[in-house]
């Protein structure tokens, strides 16, 4: 630095100097001393010039901290900036909706709560697939419900999402529109804040299947499916996902990969046991946690997940 500093005070001495030594032609600078000795212009403060001489330039990557992942966002900003639906859930199907506390069925739900928490006691558990071996088994029912269930749970923040991009139902049940929604984002047509439902319940949010699409498969074992439920862990207690029938299409199967459990519902007297049997067969790679036996007659001496007497004559729609 001592060096840079005597260099420069030198050239504004010599400079002073030709000033003052005559007023005729000014020497020719000799080519041999200008390809030699060259004079560094000023500086334009102290400061610039320390850094642009005195620092040595980088050669290898920086070890500093990198930045926090961008886009991150928590539960709070996503409650706040999501869509604000009008909801209009059937009473007679999602049973906490009914002004009777002591609705049919509003008991079953709770004590299947009570068993999901006691298994989160021994085992990580927080994304649960509801599905089932054929249609019109009652998954959807039960997805809803537990949802509503769930989030009756005080500070309880809960997520329900409808896989079922080849026949969707959850939003007929909420009374609420399909899109944009799940198949939308996997698209990249639409973003979190815009495929996120909330409802008058606090904590609950709901992202329904989205518009239609001719490829639900790739959608579903896509890359983006995978970094989306593990974007969205972070800000839920639970995660709820309503998927299609086991047999007829693999969705289920690839979507029982990505979660901690599923819950496998059967309808009393309806499903064939071969069919149950191919089913779990078909999710063997998944961590089944549970049945669900839907629409069965509860006795003193056999009491069910779910009753019979929950719903009377469910509408068409809420049979799957």
């Avoid at 000795?37 to 920086?62: C, G, I, M, Q, Y």
């Avoid at 901290?65 to 869509?83: M, Q, R």
């Avoid at 329900?160 to 969707?168: E, G, I, K, N, V």
């Avoid at 074992?221 to 029938?245: G, T």
Wanted: some cysteine.
């Amino acid at each position: 630095m001592s060096r840079i500093h005597e260099a420069l005070k030198r050239a504004e001495q010599e400079r002073a100097a030709n000033q003052a030594a005559s007023l005729g032609e000014r020497p020719p600078k000799s080519p041999v001393a200008s390809s030699v000795v060259e004079t560094p212009p000023p500086p334009r403060s102290e400061s610039v010039a320390l850094s642009e001489l005195a620092l040595p330039r980088l050669t290898k990557p920086s070890t500093l901290a990198p930045e926090a992942t961008p886009g991150v966002i928590d539960f709070g900003t996503l409650w706040a900036n999501c869509a604000r639906k009008h909801w209009a859930p059937d009473p007679k199907v999602v049973v906490f909706e009914n002004k009777d506390p002591f609705f049919p069925g509003t008991e079953q739900f709770r004590t299947l709560r009570s068993r999901l928490y006691r298994m989160r006691e021994n085992q990580p558990l927080q994304t649960i697939l509801i599905s089932s071996a054929i249609p019109a088994e009652g998954k959807t029912v039960v997805s809803t419900n537990l949802a509503y269930a769930l989030v009756h749970q005080r500070g309880c923040r809960v997520l329900l999402m409808d896989a079922d991009l080849r026949s969707p139902r959850i939003h007929t049940l909420l009374g609420t529109s399909v899109a944009p929604g799940l198949a939308d984002y996997l698209q990249n047509t639409a973003n979190e804040f815009e495929i996120t439902q909330r409802s008058d319940e606090a904590g609950l949010c709901f992202i329904a299947a989205g518009n239609h699409v001719t490829h639900p498969s790739e959608l579903i074992s896509s890359e983006r499916m995978k970094e989306f439920l593990e974007r969205v862990r972070p800000m839920f207690d639970w995660i709820l996902i309503d998927s299609p029938p086991a047999l007829p299409v693999a969705d289920a199967s690839v979507l029982g990969g990505l979660v901690d459990g599923v819950l496998f519902v059967v309808r009393a007297n309806s499903t064939p046991a071969a069919a149950s049997q191919r089913a779990c067969k078909e999710l063997r790679d998944a961590h089944i946690i549970g049945v669900v036996l839907n629409t069965s007659e509860e006795t003193p001496e056999y009491n069910s997940y779910y009753s019979s007497s929950s719903y009377v004559n469910p509408p068409a729609s809420a049979k799957k």
